[in-house]
């Protein structure tokens, strides 16, 4: 069945219409736009006072499946993206076993279709179960369906390897997407290392760990002439080596999670273990870097890390509980709140970091903005809705979430995917 959007102010990372339009959807593809359509037999959704945006697209997400199902399942994460207005997420390879393989690969899109709500990209691993030590079979993962290859939650510490790496990727038109953090140095540290790290009595992880990882895949990418994307960029050091990077040339990207822009090593006086992330939570001084990276462009899209975990895996004492925290039901609401909101990005550009970029930066040519041709992927945002997070109403399969009990104004009030209405906020009118 056809579907008409009535009443839409769009809004493209390019800029906000002026005026109102319609937007017909036809066989998944945005089939019109023009300010009053008329389709017989559509369905028809009123957008009025809304702002009707490109469907957001995760280049971070981690649904656990297969493996710890326990935590998220392909179902569980793909209900949590739509109902944070997510179209696409690209899920990480650390599941068990990890996407290595074509055959892993194949079931995860399997499983994605049979859910049929959000488009699933898996992520395959540079190397064999992430260990570390043998490449897997870049070309097959290519072929499989996988867009990138990470070892995201282990940083790839052999330079040699990672230099191999880089050349296997870019014959198979794959971006390689780099965890950065050099083991030796992070040494299992639980937060920032620092005076406050000192005053807590936690081993702290040094912002080093993090930027000697991003110089040295920079003089790689450098030196191949290759592309390398990083991941969870967290510290102000970071940001300025990448800016560097990028005036001289060199093909880098990047990402930043919404946590990583709001929350500062404070947070971890509540020794919350929600709080606890990798890269950890860092000082307001890197926080600022961040959201200046986002204002000036070097900061290419955000993410969100999406890490879920059980309740009895994360309610242990600070050192022993994992680090992530879930993210796709917030970040939009972050977003707007701690960048438009604050007068750091404008809503257009807002788009631009959460759907235009990442889409370019995956060579998914028909997603990230709304124009005729294009796949009708859309969020619909009510800005003036005010909600507050709770736990009761998380879509996720956990809740480890340090934003719980917060208060927000915006939220996506319907999610649209490949045409199909996939998510409506039941409070929408």
């Given amino acids: 069945m056809a579907l008409l959007i009535k009443n839409a102010r769009v809004v493209n ?22 300010p009053s359509i008329e389709a017989n037999g559509a369905e028809v959704i009123d957008a009025a006072g809304k702002k009707v945006l490109p469907g957001f697209i995760d280049l971070h997400v981690h649904l656990r499946e297969p493996g710890r199902e326990d935590k998220e399942t392909i179902e569980s994460g793909s209900r949590a993206a739509v109902k944070g207005g997510f179209t696409s997420i690209f899920c990480m390879p650390n599941t068990t076993p990890a996407i290595d393989t074509a055959q892993t690969v194949q079931y995860i899109l399997d499983q994605a279709r049979k859910v049929g709500l959000v488009n699933v990209f898996p992520v395959g691993a540079i190397t064999k179960n992430r260990a570390g030590v043998e490449i897997t079979e870049m070309m097959d ?110 093909q880098v990207s990047c990402e930043a999670t919404p946590h990583h822009f709001t929350l500062t090593e404070e947070e971890v006086r509540s020794f919350d273990t929600s709080t606890k992330v990798n890269p ?27 890490a879920p975990h059980t309740h009895e895996d994360k309610e242990v004492e600070y050192d022993g509980a994992p680090p992530g925290l879930i993210g796709l039901e917030t970040a939009f609401a972050l977003a707007f709140q701690e960048l438009v909101a604050a007068g750091v990005l404008t809503l257009p550009q807002l788009a631009g970091k959460m759907s235009l970029a990442p889409a ?34 998380t879509a996720s399969r956990s809740r480890n ?21 996939v998510y409506t906020d039941a409070r929408t009118s």
């Avoid at 939220?411 to 649209?416: A, D, L």
Wanted: contains cysteine.
């Fill in 401 to 421: 979430s340090p934003f719980i009990g917060w208060n927000f104004k915006g939220r996506v009030s319907v999610t649209i995917c490949g045409g199909k209405v």
């Fill in 13 to 34: 990372a390019g800029g906000e219409e002026k005026d109102l339009q319609d937007i017909l959807l036809e066989g998944g593809r945005i089939a019109r736009m023009a």
């Fill in 360 to 393: 370019r930066l995956m060579g998914l040519a028909n997603k990230g903005e709304l124009a005729v041709g294009k796949d009708a992927d859309i969020v619909i945002l009510d800005m003036e809705r005010e909600w507050q997070v709770s736990k009761e109403d």
């Fill in 141 to 250: 993962l290519r072929r499989a369906g996988c867009l990138g290859v990470s070892d995201d939650g282990r940083g790839l510490m052999n330079a040699g390897l990672m230099r191999r790496a880089l050349e296997y990727a870019k014959m198979a038109d794959l971006l390689v997407m780099q965890h950065c953090e050099d083991d030796n140095l992070s040494a299992k540290g639980v937060m920032n290392e620092g005076a406050l790290s000192t005053l807590l009595g936690l081993k702290g992880d040094p912002v080093i760990a993090e930027t000697v990882i991003i110089a040295r895949d920079i003089e790689l990418a450098r030196y191949l002439h290759t592309r390398v994307h990083f991941m969870h960029v967290s510290a102000a050091r970071s940001v300025d080596l990448i800016r560097r990077a990028k005036a001289e040339g060199i």
């Fill in 280 to 306: 950890p939570l860092r000082g307001r001084e890197d926080v600022l870097a961040i959201k200046a990276g986002l204002k000036d462009g070097t900061i290419d899209c955000i993410a969100t890390d999406h």
